[in-house]
């Protein structure tokens, strides 16, 4: 059997020949996603900035940060089913209008109150942007070009994270302190509009086979299920809207995490519902105990965000406060971590055909090493001395991280229908939100608690902490690649 017959055999999709058009529709995407993505780390060098250009407290710029994230997450999986009923091309170009007037809006904002509401918008329309991503990877790759396509999403994953901190420093210290925070935000606008004009032209429409959902109504409208979404929207907001919070200095938002469990719970007794009543659900959670691989492949999407976004986080604070580098200089020296992701992303999309999940376990096996030897060999030293310890560490760290988002996700959707692609993809990108910001507050939490014996002290701590975390996904990978067994050879 050849890998597009057995991915089309296990999908239920009898797809036609791929599209010719399909590498350039994801590079397409692949630049509207590295935007997105760049928006949730890009500001973190610009606090201090904003702060004074908008005369408000650290407290309240935070939100500047943590609001885009909040809503990022609330709105993928939501996304991704929108995307799934109503078309991938009709939901990029609503999410890039809503990205780009949004952008505009941060950037030429009066005050501190402007600047959260639109970056809380921004946020959603970058929810709905990012499932498409891998909803149309699903829809136009098989076998192992599959795996080379969700390669390079984790080079743009990987990339977008590791320097987001340079090019907004570099911009600041362009534009200049005071205003230059603001074309962090102004610069989407000509990129959106031109990648406008490339979704509309290059994106397929909604096909015949993704018209056909199950439980969808005779006459071709796709029911969305807005109840579905309310609990897990309210699930979701329970867990990172006090998580968030923390990071701007409020602690009463934490009671509500007592309501994420009882949302969740409900969401899934729901979407049980829905499907035994023949609708569309918003997200199949039958895919979670039958799909091979979904619900592990979940576990080390979000515990790998948890224990890695917030490493960049107290490196940057450890660099600038702790030792008083400038945002650029902070920013440069954690390039090394995106140089490495940079390489090895592309290489492991292509080898996990081959490997499967050993290629995950030793992807983790290599950034933990490189962040140990960050732990013990960064805090203590300065100026020359290093760049010399800060650049190999965070390489090696880098080389291993870029090995672990996109094979990971190759294997968590290999066996997802298409017709549930985007809400599946959306899910899993969720639980990377909902890791990296309880990662983020984690991390800053014990830097801060720690701050008192010393900055030093403080990195290294917070650093153990990211390794505790990251060996949690490396136990998860294991137990995923003893249950793989002997991979079948057919397996995209």
């Known amino acids: 059997m050849s890998d597009q017959q057995a991915t089309t055999s296990r999908t239920g999709d009898d797809a036609p020949g791929p599209d010719p058009r399909r590498w350039r529709i994801l590079g397409v995407t692949l630049v509207i996603g590295f ?198 929207g309210g699930g979701v907001l329970c867990l990172l809207f006090p998580l968030v919070s923390i990071e701007s200095g409020a602690r009463w938002p934490l009671v509500l995490l007592i309501g994420a469990p009882l949302f969740l719970w409900g969401f899934v007794r729901w979407e049980r519902r829905v499907r035994r009543r023949g609708q569309p659900p918003l997200l199949d959670v039958s895919l979670l105990r039958q799909t091979a691989g979904y619900a592990n492949g979940l576990a080390v999407g979000a515990l790998y965000f948890l224990g890695f976004t917030g490493i960049f986080l107290v490196l940057s604070v450890y660099f600038q406060d702790g030792l008083g580098l400038s945002p650029l200089r902070a920013g440069l ?12 992303a592309p290489l492991a999309g292509r080898l996990v055909s081959r490997i499967h999940r050993l290629i995950t376990v030793l992807a983790l096996s290599v950034m933990m090493t490189g962040v140990l030897l960050a732990a013990l060999l960064v805090p203590g030293h300065a100026g020359p001395g290093l760049w010399v310890v800060a650049v190999p560490t965070l390489l090696l760290a880098g080389l291993g991280g870029g090995g672990v988002v996109s094979p990971n996700i190759t294997l968590t959707l290999a066996e997802v ?76």
């Open 35 to 232: 935007m997105a993505l760049l928006d949730v780390t890009i500001v973190n060098v610009a606090i201090p900035s904003m702060r004074v250009g908008l005369h408000t407290s650290t407290s309240t710029v935070q939100w500047v940060v943590s609001g885009y994230a909040l809503t990022f997450g609330l709105t993928l999986v939501t996304g991704g089913r929108l995307g799934d009923a109503y078309g991938r091309r009709r939901m990029m170009l609503i999410g890039l209008v809503g990205f780009v007037v949004t952008s505009a809006a941060v950037g030429l904002a009066p005050g501190a109150a402007w600047v959260i509401a639109a970056r809380l918008l921004q946020g959603a329309a970058a929810g709905l942007l990012t499932p498409q991503n891998t909803g149309l990877i699903q829809q136009l790759f098989r076998g192992p070009e599959r795996g080379r396509a969700f390669g390079l999403f984790g080079l743009t994953v990987s990339i977008s994270s590791g320097l987001g901190p340079v090019i907004g420093g570099l911009i600041i210290s362009t534009a200049g302190e005071a205003n230059g925070w603001r074309y962090l935000f102004l610069v989407n606008v000509p990129i959106g509009l031109v990648a406008m004009v490339f979704v509309a032209r290059l994106v397929p429409g909604r096909s015949h086979e993704e018209g056909e959902q199950e439980g969808a109504p005779a006459t071709g409208r796709t029911q969305l299920d807005l109840a579905g979404a309310l609990l897990l």
């Open 333 to 344: 020296l954690l390039t090394p971590f995106a140089v490495g992701s940079a390489f090895t």
């Open 417 to 492: 229908p298409n017709r549930m692609a985007g809400a599946a993809g959306g899910a899993l990108q969720t639980g990377q939100r909902i890791g990296s910001s309880i990662g983020a507050a984690l991390l800053m939490t014990v830097y801060g608690v720690v701050s008192s014996a010393g900055p030093e002290t403080a990195l290294r701590a917070a650093l153990f902490t990211s390794l505790g975390v990251l060996g949690l996904a490396m136990a998860m990978a294991v137990r995923s690649l003893v249950r793989e067994g002997r991979p079948d050879p057919g397996r995209d």
